[in-house]
T-cell receptor, first 110, second 114 residues
Framework: GQSLEQPSEVTAVEGAIVQINCTYQTSGFYGLSWYQQHDGGAPTFLSYNALDGLEETGRFSSFLSRSDSYGYLLLQELQMKDSASYFCAVRGNAGNMLTFGGGTRLMVKP | EPEVTQTPSHQVTQMGQEVILRCVPISNHLYFYWYRQILGQKVEFLVSFYNNEISEKSEIFDDQFSVERPDGSNFTLKIRSTKLEDSAMYFC????????????FGPGTRLTVL
């Protein structure tokens, strides 16, 4: 089976940097993705790592260590609009199924 | 920018009734998905669909659920006899052939079973 663990809630101030961690246990592993979801909205793809290392997309970066079954999402220069839930998700086999973590609710304060 | 659309945005039904949730995936995408999210919980995979057949399904996707692509644009999820615990937000997603790990989600249909 698959299980992913991430903190339930993180609070940070505008302009700061925040890191959201995700650890996973899967029977197979093809990649770790991150999705953002605003209240009442749909999940929106942010980033994907198949190999170890850092992927950078503007203010957002994602890191993966396959040997540690661990990844994180780094958000820099936080803005109020970044307040949302962030989900890590794993594709554990060659198929299509994404298994999502429980989500981390990020609150950005002025 | 192309997007996945879903109708209706909110569906209220009585327990035991059949519901059909509709999705129009992005036009050049070939892989389609349904997920659900019970209020305050994580997103859960239901089913994936490719080449006019189910390619993968989860334990949640039991005999009460079915999917169909009735024409070249729509992708539907049918729940035959709804239960109270089917109340959730249902998201449709699609992806193209090349982007294995980038799924585009629709805005969701909120299903309320009374």
């Amino acid at each position: 089976g698959q299980s992913l663990e991430q903190p339930s809630e993180v609070t940070a101030v505008e302009g700061a940097i925040v890191q959201i961690n995700c650890t996973y246990q899967t029977s197979g592993f093809y990649g770790l993705s991150w999705y953002q979801q605003h209240d009442g909205g749909a999940p929106t793809f942010l980033s994907y790592n198949a190999l170890d290392g850092l992927e950078e997309t503007g203010r957002f970066s994602s890191f993966l260590s396959r040997s540690d079954s661990y990844g994180y999402l780094l958000l820099q220069e936080l803005q109020m609009k970044d307040s949302a839930s962030y989900f890590c998700a794993v594709r554990g086999n060659a198929g299509n199924m994404l298994t999502f973590g429980g989500g981390t609710r990020l609150m950005v304060k002025p | 920018e192309p997007e996945v659309t879903q109708t209706p945005s909110h569906q209220v039904t009585q327990m035991g009734q059949e519901v059909i949730l509709r999705c129009v995936p992005i036009s050049n995408h070939l892989y389609f998905y349904w997920y659900r999210q019970i209020l305050g919980q994580k997103v859960e995979f239901l089913v994936s669909f490719y080449n006019n057949e189910i390619s993968e399904k989860s334990e949640i996707f039991d005999d009460q659920f079915s999917v169909e692509r009735p024409d070249g644009s729509n992708f539907t999820l049918k729940i035959r006899s709804t239960k109270l615990e089917d109340s959730a937000m249902y998201f449709c997603a699609s992806r193209d052939v090349a982007s294995t790990d980038t799924q585009y989600f629709g805005p969701g249909t909120r299903l309320t079973v009374l």
